[in-house]
């Protein structure tokens, strides 16, 4: 279907035990992780408190792949200092919660990072048709964010496909980035069909019922088909 190098997955963390995250860490990372997704939350844009610089420096500590920092929190330019720490950190802030968009995402360029902007599912895709060019990904998010274990909203999909046209069309460089409730079935093999090119997995890959290694090797073969 896809090539495994076209395809990117990245564990979310905040599905992790965090008592015995380091380890969790670098056994994803082992077992064949792309990117270490990293959400970060302040209980003001979304409801939930996740963690703060001191856990994302144990996380980048245990892994040599890049870390897909989500930043789910109001005006993230003022803490962009404590997360981005390295230049393979990718930082992701939302439309929805940066006053000055455009301003933002050049800030975390002229760092050296990558940058994305996620859009929640009630945002249009129009919040980032203005800051596109300047994107390494948009990150379309497939339930309303805060909480892992939510289910995947199919109308994400048409969203991922008409985002894909405009890039495309614009022959801009961003990839499509999916996260929430993306699993080793119909929503990793349609994400990707409709233009995906970087899965993030929570609760599919840290879970009770299989090894990390079985549930990569899950998620990894159910993209390739």
Same mark, same amino acid.
């Given at each position: 279907?896809?090539?495994?190098?076209?395809?990117?997955?990245?564990?979310?963390?905040?599905?992790?035990?965090?008592?015995?995250?380091?380890?969790?860490?670098?056994?994803? /990372?082992?077992?064949? $992780?792309?990117?270490?997704?990293?959400?970060?939350? !302040?209980? &003001?844009? *979304?409801?939930?408190?996740?963690? #703060?610089?001191?856990?994302?420096?144990?996380?980048?500590?245990?892994?040599?792949?890049?870390?897909?920092?989500?930043?789910?929190?109001?005006?993230?330019?003022?803490?962009?200092?404590?997360?981005?720490?390295?230049?393979?950190?990718?930082?992701?802030?939302?439309?929805?919660?940066?006053?000055?968009?455009?301003?933002?995402?050049?800030?975390?360029?002229?760092?050296?990072?990558?940058?994305?902007?996620?859009?929640?599912?009630? /945002?249009?895709?129009? $919040?980032?048709?203005?800051?596109?060019?300047?994107? !390494?990904? &948009?990150? *379309?998010?497939?339930?309303?964010? #805060?909480?892992?274990?939510?289910?995947?909203?199919?109308?994400?999909?048409?969203?991922?496909?008409?985002?894909?046209?405009?890039?495309?069309?614009?022959?801009?460089?961003?990839?499509?980035?999916?996260?929430?409730?993306?699993?080793?079935?119909?929503?990793?093999?349609?994400?990707?069909?409709?233009?995906?090119?970087?899965?993030?997995?929570?609760?599919?890959?840290?879970?009770?019922?299989?090894?990390?290694?079985?549930?990569?090797?899950?998620?990894?073969?159910?993209?390739?088909?």
């Amino acid at each position: 279907m896809v090539s495994k190098a076209k395809v990117l997955i990245a564990p979310s963390v905040l599905s992790a035990d965090f008592a015995d995250l380091g380890r969790q860490v670098r056994e994803v /990372t082992e077992a064949g $992780a792309d990117l270490i997704h990293v959400d970060v939350m !302040d209980g &003001v844009f *979304v409801p939930a408190i996740s963690f #703060g610089e001191v856990v994302v420096d144990a996380i980048r500590a245990n892994t040599d792949v890049p870390l897909n920092i989500h930043l789910m929190i109001q005006e993230p330019e003022n803490l962009l200092s404590t997360f981005a720490k390295v230049e393979t950190d990718q930082i992701l802030v939302h439309a929805e919660a940066c006053s000055h968009l455009h301003r933002t995402v050049s800030r975390i360029k002229d760092r050296g990072n990558q940058v994305g902007v996620a859009i929640n599912p009630g /945002t249009s895709i129009s $919040a980032v048709e203005e800051v596109l060019p300047l994107l !390494d990904m &948009v990150m *379309v998010m497939s339930v309303n964010p #805060g909480a892992s274990g939510q289910s995947f909203i199919p109308q994400s999909l048409d969203k991922i496909r008409r985002l894909k046209a405009i890039i495309d069309q614009a022959e801009y460089s961003a990839q499509i980035e999916v996260d929430g409730g993306v699993k080793a079935d119909w929503t990793a093999q349609d994400s990707v069909k409709a233009g995906a090119t970087i899965l993030v997995a929570g609760s599919a890959i840290f879970n009770d019922r299989q090894s990390i290694p079985e549930a990569m090797k899950g998620m990894r073969g159910c993209i390739l088909g």
